[in-house]
């Protein structure tokens, strides 16, 4: 676009006939080699407890940070033509323009995106010194270009019409029109709301429109699971200087049913784990979305609910969560016991991405947490219930009021991805939480942190560095504590051999593929892996013996689209009290999950 075009009435009131194409098919772009290996980041702030048992009672498990798919981007210009720029031949100068004349200063009227110092660098070569009127039309095209090479590309300058100049020396005026959306137009939608989209192209649209920031709305709207291709078509509008934005969104399959098979359960209540969940990532058209889990092993029934609602453009929301858990001891001897329990969670929390682009988010959340556990034993040879006398419990149970405060970090590139997360929980002597007047009890501080580094070695092949930690002012009820054991932390143990107020792990795995089937849409990886932990407790309490685990190990890791299935054999390092009646106690641990989106 030139300048000129905005030079006299006549120019200023015709449409600006700029149209941008853009299309975005980033999923074809992605790193397949990473995405195969990724899930998403974010961390749910609570999650299932495991049931109660003699010597493993339940306590908040957080998922391992895997980190998110990392697709390449193209460059701008790739995705953005723009149409060649043509420079039109003004009908009429301004009054009382001559062979040349002294300009003294050049006054830029409209910017608010320059300061006066940008914009007198780039008119300070034409002051000072006689100029023609065709250098004078130059200056008005340097604003505009300075405009264009930022991004603003519907922005332009031009020299009023209406102006006369002295010959010995004047000021000369540029009018600057800066760019504006007038209307976001969406296309291509049945489920999801149209206002989704439109609302997010809206927050990057503000006056001057920037396409930088437009294409930049357009690729985080490609990286959400809802969506399956944008492209955005950005054409004149009605007045000088504003734009229509096309957009038109193919939706992605929302609804999906999973079913997974593991043993990673704690062997007291069964480590075998049958599981289906039903999720619709778009339940009500909002982009909200609905999971339902049911869960059971031998000894144990798991239901978790949970429903996330978007509540601004900037991609925050309030998740509910809910389950409820009832278990019995069946791993012998202690079956003889009869223990068995029942346990509810309720979760709200909010979550908001302060910093969100293609490479990176960083994100703040709070968490509101009720968490509620009943156990109690003998009561088929005693006639009644008896109950069980957990640490911090009163009369068999424990209710915890907990606030949570965490943060979410994500870096990434086409070679790595860093993601980590802190957490800060607070436990609160309120609404009737268990007071029993020294630790355990309700009332705590303990503080989470996890981290996680995948490095892509070459195709297919990856490099991934696991940390995890918590920290206790004092002695926590088991529901809080840090587990250290089984396929999650360090393999070769039963899950969640040791359980203490405090622990440190680190895990390094080698991911290298040993086959590939293209027809499956999938690759075999051997995983080398090694694995470290420690543990202590607080407020004088015994630490266990032996408080740290350690372990080396073998693995193969499948993944395709729909299948993805894992078998992992850890040797331990050190010696440690163990049965050896299950798998994963000999070190074997296996999982399956199997997913039909619909």
């Known amino acids: 676009m030139s300048a000129e075009y905005f030079l006299s009435p006549k120019y200023q009131m015709r449409s600006l006939n700029l149209l941008i194409f853009a299309t975005l098919f980033l999923d074809n772009l992605s790193l397949s080699s990473v995405k195969a290996q990724t899930v998403n980041i974010h961390l749910v702030a609570q999650t299932r407890t495991n049931l109660p048992a003699p010597e493993t009672l339940p306590r ?46 050049f006054e830029v009227i409209g910017s608010t995106v320059f300061s006066p110092e940008e914009l007198a660098t780039v008119t300070q070569e034409f002051t000072g010194k006689p100029i023609t009127f065709a250098e004078l039309l130059r200056v008005s095209d340097a604003v505009t270009k300075l405009y264009t090479d930022k991004g603003y590309i519907s922005s332009g300058a031009f020299i009023p019409a209406d102006q006369t100049f002295k010959s010995r020396g004047d000021v000369v005026k540029i009018q600057v029109i800066e760019g504006s959306v007038e209307s976001i137009e969406v296309r291509g939608l049945k489920r999801l ?50 734009s229509i934005i096309d957009v038109k969104v193919s939706e992605a399959k929302t609804f999906s049913a999973q079913v997974s098979l593991n043993n990673n359960r704690v062997p007291s209540i069964g480590s075998f784990q049958r599981q289906i969940q039903l999720t619709q990532a778009n339940l009500l058209g909002l982009g909200d979305g609905l999971s339902i889990a049911y869960a059971n092993t031998d000894g144990s029934n798991d239901v978790d609910v949970s429903y996330t609602l978007p509540v601004n453009p900037y991609n925050g929301t309030v998740q509910f969560q809910y389950n409820y858990t009832s278990s019995n001891v069946v791993e ?6 009869d223990i068995e329990g029942r346990s509810q969670d309720f979760a709200v929390t909010f979550r908001q991405p302060l910093i969100q682009t293609p490479t990176t988010e960083f994100a703040l959340g709070i968490t509101a947490n009720r968490r509620n556990s009943d156990i109690g034993y003998l ?12 640490p911090g419990s009163v009369d068999g149970q424990t209710r915890l009021s907990v606030l949570r405060f965490f943060q979410d970090w994500t870096q990434r590139n086409s070679r790595e991805v860093f993601a980590a997360r802190s957490q800060f929980s607070f436990g609160l002597d309120a609404f009737d939480a268990t007071n029993s007047g020294a630790p355990p009890d309700s009332r705590f501080f303990s503080w989470r942190g996890q981290a996680q580094w995948v490095r892509l070695l070459a195709p297919d092949t990856l490099l991934l560095l696991r940390a995890d930690a918590q920290l206790a002012d004092r002695a926590l009820v088991p529901l809080e504590q840090f587990g250290l054991g089984g396929q999650q932390t360090v393999r070769g143990y039963r899950q969640d051999l040791l359980l203490t107020d405090n622990a440190f792990f680190v895990s390094a795995e080698l991911r290298y593929p040993i086959l590939r089937a293209p027809q499956l849409g999938g690759v075999l990886q051997l995983t080398p892996f090694i694995d470290y932990g420690t543990t202590y407790n607080s ?11 350690a372990s080396v190990g073998l693995g193969l890791l499948w993944q395709s689209d729909r299948i993805n299935a894992r078998f992992d054999w850890g040797i331990p390092l050190i010696d440690a009290n163990s049965r050896n009646n299950t798998l994963q106690e000999n070190g074997l641990y296996f999982s399956l999950v199997y997913t039909q989106p619909f």
């Open 379 to 390: 009561e088929s040879l005693a006639g009644e219930r008896i109950p069980f006398p957990s």
């Open 539 to 549: 407020s004088n309490r015994a630490d266990p013996d032996p408080n740290s685990l």
């Open 60 to 105: 908040p498990q957080l998922p391992q940070p895997t980190p998110p798919e990392t697709p390449t981007l193209p460059p701008p210009e790739d995705l953005f033509q723009t149409p060649r720029e043509t420079t039109p031949t003004p009908e009429t100068a301004p009054s009382g323009v001559r062979d040349t004349i002294l300009v003294t200063r």
């Open 193 to 242: 709301n149209s206002d989704y989209v439109r609302s997010r192209i809206a927050v990057a649209t503000g006056k001057p429109l920037n396409v930088n920031k437009l294409l930049q709305a357009l690729q985080l709207l490609q990286l959400n699971p809802l969506i399956k291709n944008i492209s955005a078509e950005l054409a004149a509008g009605s007045r000088p200087g504003s």
């Open 332 to 337: 012998e001897p202690f079956d003889v016991l």
